[in-house]
């Protein structure tokens, strides 16, 4: 007997045969005595179906976050009332519950949520009266009882945090894909799967732009220390194990993967005053507003006059957001121009093998010169080596960083 959450993304259930198929794949593998609890997304692409609607009232539609969490979170709730009425035609007790009624508690930042508390009280009710429980993943609710989303890729979230807090044996994500690959393997056709990664190098990865993790979710993997299985809708074979620790031996590799983010703006602040406060000035107004920032660079642009440029980056998400917001602070700072490029993408490499071992960033950047790449930002972390590049050569820097990493293993 065992207490297990299974999420299944929004491919796993994108109409309503396979809807049935997921329904029926579950009751297979179920045991007598355990007790099943399913996180699912809004089905195929109806979100970007829905932000394709609220685009048609506003190009610009994040500008209202409550009134995009509002219609955001009916997507799940399609596939969540679906989902249980498939369970329940095949003889199945099942409910659907929003993830206020299993109890998702949240912040009131719209559309980028952090969860603050679970109460699953709801969702162990209806495990003892012997319901499989559907839960709409991607979403809470605030203090106010408002709608609110945790982000793309949210679902994974929701997942691993439920399990968390039922105290769950296992938490299975269910995805289109049948593991953690050391690159997407539809820009790299010679990427591998993993059979393990850690939680701090997935929570890297995931950062960074791998997609098939949101990176909330390996946290709260390693917050409530629950291994997390990331394997195939459509086979049965093993996945990649997401834990603390490897449990086997694997070939030493100097890094883990190749993540990618194309879904990125470069900002550049530029012509203003070499003085203690002007970082926070820029940076404390973006958090207010919630947006994270990334790869920051300052530069001296004259030093006779004292005077810096400041660099970084934003989600193309948050562009909206931001650039108001760094107009106001710069016009205030006397800045000489905010440039804004969104032609760029961002390129790394993770691995804890990278530590104490110099010459891994020469490789990175003699793989892209030998690609005829140009390198335009760097940042590093303990585990981690990421480029801003221009968009339309991605491809190639993903494939020419894989190869001189990979190609022998």
Excluded: W
Excluded at 91 to 96: C, E, I, L, M, R
Excluded at 190 to 209: C, P
Excluded at 315 to 326: F, L, T
């Amino acid at each position: 007997m065992a207490l297990i959450v299974k999420k299944f993304g929004g491919s796993s259930v994108g109409s309503t045969e396979k809807i049935m198929n997921v329904a029926k794949r579950v009751l297979n593998e179920k045991k007598p005595g355990d007790q099943i609890v399913m996180v699912v997304s809004a089905m195929g692409d109806t979100t970007d179906d829905l932000i394709k609607l609220a685009e048609g009232i506003n190009k610009e539609p994040y500008t209202y976050p409550r009134e995009m969490d509002m219609l955001l979170t009916t997507g799940e709730q399609i596939s969540i009332a679906l989902l249980a009425m498939a369970f329940n035609t095949l003889g199945q007790k099942a409910v659907s519950l929003t993830g206020s009624m299993a109890g998702m508690h949240t912040n009131s930042f719209h559309t980028k949520g952090l969860i603050t508390d679970i109460t699953p009280e709801r969702v162990h009710e209806e495990l003892d009266k012997g319901n499989i429980v559907v839960v709409a993943g991607f979403q809470g609710t605030d203090e106010h009882g408002d709608p609110v989303t945790l982000g793309r890729g949210g679902s994974d979230t929701s997942a691993v945090a439920l399990a968390g807090a039922l105290k769950a044996d296992s938490c299975e994500i269910f995805t289109d894909v049948d593991g953690v690959y050391s690159a997407d393997p539809r820009i790299v056709p010679s990427a591998h799967k993993m059979q393990e990664i850690t939680y701090s190098e997935m929570l890297e990865m995931a950062r960074l732009g791998a997609g098939v993790m949101q990176p909330r979710s390996v946290e709260m993997g390693a917050y409530f220390n629950i291994p997390i299985h990331v394997r195939s809708t459509f086979t049965t074979k093993p996945g990649t194990m997401i834990r603390e620790d490897y449990t086997m031996e694997e070939k030493n590799f100097d890094i883990r993967g190749v993540a990618h983010d194309d879904k990125v703006v470069k900002v550049a602040v530029l012509g203003i005053p070499n003085t203690p406060g002007i970082a926070h000035d820029i940076f404390s107004a973006l958090a207010e507003a919630n947006v994270d920032v990334d790869m920051i660079v300052q530069s001296i642009r004259n030093i006779e006059k004292n005077v810096t440029d400041m660099v970084f980056t934003v989600a193309s998400s948050d562009r909206a957001v931001a650039k108001p917001i760094v107009d106001k602070v710069a016009e205030k700072l006397g800045a000489v121009a905010v440039l804004i490029e969104d032609d760029v993408a961002k390129v790394s490499i993770v691995g804890a093998g990278m530590l104490g071992n110099p010459g891994i960033a020469s490789r990175m950047f003699g793989a892209l010169s030998k690609a005829g790449i140009n390198i335009d930002v760097i940042s590093t972390s303990e585990i981690s080596i990421s480029c801003l590049i221009k968009k339309d050569v991605l491809k190639e820097a993903v494939n020419a960083i894989h190869d001189e990493f990979f190609q022998d293993k």
